[in-house]
């Protein structure tokens, strides 16, 4: 397929009449500016790339509207995160999945890094890679790209052993996720793995399953979200999570680190120095009450920026993204922390890096796009490199994964909206 756009806006440069020639395979082979278009040419208005939801946790949509009445904190949402993962098994795993990543492609997330730890029966009984093809199945049923990224829980805590709600997400230990994870590698393919976090995996066998993973694999690890993590991480090992991490050789341009919400100046320098990536989750950390991360001062120590839905109380990558800069504007008392280019690096190149996945719409990238409506009440009169700045989800148009459209205003391309899929879900799920 061959796409004619009027405007297309990579990185904040808008160009005119563009022609994007893709090949077999789903990529691009060539971009070509000021033309008109072929006659059989798709013709769109104004496209950006696609967007990676560098960071989902699928299920945790069922919670959606459900948690705002009892107050509490991160700690306390989670006791009723926990009794929604108790309705998981792999049929209404896949629903789950399918509606959820339904309604992200009709977002205009193209792509989806799935931090995936519900692995076994509540007893913690092997299924064997059953949820994890229900969710690869999802997956492909709607045609978002999916990045699997396995995860390792070993732990309730530090030095504390699962509690029975954990025990489903729980391997016996480091090798033996590393046995599941390679035997799974042959059936899902670009299958990435995760951490689940310094609380949740000693150090030793964080050092394990690196080791025992192929070197160009994406990592992820949520760092640092609150502060009682560091508390007993520092506790336990005399160190903040990142440094952890450092000592333990696990900081590299493969690692991604999700939230990086409470940070030392050494943390920030050392996630710079080594290039990792920085998966910010701005509606997550409002709803959460985690915090605001120090965005600005990553991007600039050398760290790489995406962004991720999370827990999916919100499912919109323009609020994300907007999110980014607005709590950097609340924390720095100060406007334009970002540039629309380092914004639109963010939703696109960054993610995608962060997922493990080359370029969307570059010469030989993937042939992912966005088109955004530009005449809504929304949008019209927006300048279009600062489109991200004003709009929603609400006005994604046509949405196009590897050269195929998969969906188009708020519709998937068999016709299948997501609300349905979503209701349906939730209803097997309850
Ligand atoms: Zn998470």
Redesign the pocket.
């Known amino acids: 397929m061959n796409v004619w756009c009027e405007q297309l806006v990579v990185a904040g440069t808008v160009t005119p009449r563009v022609r994007i020639v893709g090949e077999a395979g789903g990529t691009v082979a060539r971009l070509e500016q000021g033309v008109d278009p072929s006659p059989r040419d798709l013709r769109l208005g104004l496209v950006i790339p696609g967007i990676a939801n560098a ?1 989902s ?1 699928a299920f945790h949509r069922l919670l959606r509207g459900r948690t705002h009445d009892r107050g509490g904190d991160f700690w306390v949402w989670r006791e009723r995160m926990y009794q929604a993962a108790r309705s998981l098994e792999p049929d209404v795993y896949r629903a789950v999945a399918r509606a959820v990543f339904a309604e992200m492609l009709c977002a205009g997330y193209t792509a989806v890094g799935e ?1 995936h730890y519900v692995h076994h029966r509540p007893d913690g009984t092997p299924y064997p890679h059953r949820m994890e093809l229900a969710l690869s199945a999802a997956a492909a049923e709607v045609g978002i790209r999916l990045t699997l990224l396995d995860t390792v829980y070993l732990a309730g805590g530090i030095g504390v052993p699962l509690s029975p709600e954990q025990r489903r997400f729980g391997d016996a230990s480091a090798s033996a996720y590393l046995e599941r994870w390679h035997s799974l590698a042959e059936q899902i393919p670009g299958l990435g793995a995760a951490l689940h976090s310094a609380r949740a995996v000693p150090p030793e066998a964080m050092k394990e399953v690196v080791a025992g993973l192929p070197p160009d694999v994406p990592l992820h690890i ?1 760092v640092s979200e609150q502060p009682q993590e560091n508390q007993s991480v520092r506790d336990a090992y005399g160190v903040t999570p990142v440094r952890l991490l450092h000592d333990l050789g696990i900081l590299s341009a493969r690692l991604s680190v ?1 939230h990086a919400t409470h940070l030392t100046q050494e943390d920030i320098g050392l996630l710079g120095d080594a290039g990792v990536a920085v998966v910010m ?1 701005p509606t997550t950390e409002a709803d959460l009450g985690d915090g605001i991360g120090p965005a600005r001062e990553l991007l600039d120590a050398g760290a790489v920026l995406a962004v991720g839905s ?2 999916n109380a919100v499912i919109d990558p323009l609020l994300e993204i907007r999110g980014l800069e607005m709590q950097d504007r609340l924390r720095s008392l100060r406007r334009g922390r970002f540039t629309p280019a380092e914004l639109g690096r963010a939703a696109g190149a960054g993610g995608y890096r962060a997922l493990g996945l080359p370029e969307p719409l570059r010469p030989g990238g993937l042939f992912d796009l966005v088109e955004l409506d530009t005449r809504s009440a929304r949008t019209v009169g927006a300048a279009p490199e600062q489109i991200l700045l004003a709009a929603t989800s609400a006005d994604v148009q046509t949405v196009v994964v590897g050269g195929r459209v998969v969906a188009s205003s708020g519709v998937l391309a068999d016709g299948l909206r997501p609300q349905d899929l979503l209701a349906d879900a939730l209803r097997e799920a309850s």
Do not use: E, K
Request: glycine share 0%; with cysteine.
């Open positions: 960071h946790h931090f949520h999700v989750c999370d827990q």
